[in-house]
Antibody
Framework: EVQLLESGGGLVQPGGSLRLSCAASGFTFSSYALSWVRQAPGKGLKWVSTISGSGGSTYYADSVKGRFTISRDNSKNTLYLQMNSLRAEDTAVYYC??????????????WGQGTLVTVPS | EIVMAQSPATLSVSPGERATLSCRASQSVSSNLAWYQQKPGQAPRLLIYGASTRATGIPARFSGSGSGTEFTLTISSLQSEDFAVYYCQQYNNWPPYTFGQGTKLEIK
């Protein structure tokens, strides 16, 4: 069974840092790009970042570019999101997700259960 | 950036009836359009990809149609477990991947 399990969320003060992790199992990890998608409380889904299977290519939403860094350790089957200079508007549940139909791009399935990041205003 | 617009924001339908949800893209996304269902406290669940193909395990009462800029998700006979929020997503032109703002399907 394909599974994604996020961890690392919590309460952090504005300007602080946090690193999220997503542990994967049930598939050939290095063959798939992986993404982070976030959802602010009571709001919709917003794509945050994507990394290729090798880790050689990364992409970011404008709202997090220069502050967040996506990375992966293919030897540990783990995806990361390093979040620096956090703002109140970064408060959200952060999901990791895998492409459904190809190793590179497309719609997402499965998703992890999410981890909540709270940055007070 | 491709903007996705869903309508209506809230849809009230009785169990057993048909629900029709709409999604419009600001420019053509071909058939690279997905639909997700999300229930409170849960991650999104993929229902439809390629605009009209049901994902594994999705009941036949869910169907998708459309191409280009206009898309529809139809639930033919609503079951109690179908009341949730539904999102569309385009994956034709990225980055960024973009989602609609969601349609809340509630019990009438």
């Amino acid at each position: 069974e394909v599974q994604l399990l996020e961890s690392g969320g919590g309460l952090v003060q504005p300007g602080g840092s946090l690193r999220l992790s997503c542990a994967a199992s049930g598939f050939t990890f290095s063959s798939y790009a992986l993404s982070w998608v976030r959802q602010a409380p009571g709001k919709g889904l917003k794509w945050v970042s994507t990394i290729s299977g090798s880790g050689g290519s990364t992409y970011y939403a404008d709202s997090v570019k220069g502050r967040f860094t996506i990375s992966r350790d293919n030897s540990k089957n783990t995806l990361y999101l390093q979040m620096n200079s956090l703002r109140a508007e970064d408060t959200a549940v952060y999901y990791c997700a895998r492409p459904y139909t190809s190793g590179w791009a497309g719609c997402f399935d499965p998703w992890g259960q999410g981890t909540l990041v709270t940055v007070p205003s | 950036e491709i903007v996705m617009a869903q309508s209506p924001a809230t849809l009230s339908v009785s169990p057993g009836e048909r629900a029709t949800l709409s999604c419009r893209a600001s420019q053509s996304v071909s058939s690279n359009l997905a639909w997700y269902q999300q229930k409170p406290g849960q991650a999104p669940r993929l229902l439809i990809y390629g605009a009209s193909t049901r994902a594994t395990g999705i009941p036949a009462r869910f169907s998708g149609s459309g191409s280009g800029t206009e898309f529809t998700l139809t639930i033919s006979s609503l079951q109690s477990e179908d009341f949730a929020v539904y999102y569309c997503q385009q994956y034709n032109n990225w980055p960024p991947y973009t989602f609609g703002q969601g349609t809340k399907l509630e019990i009438k």
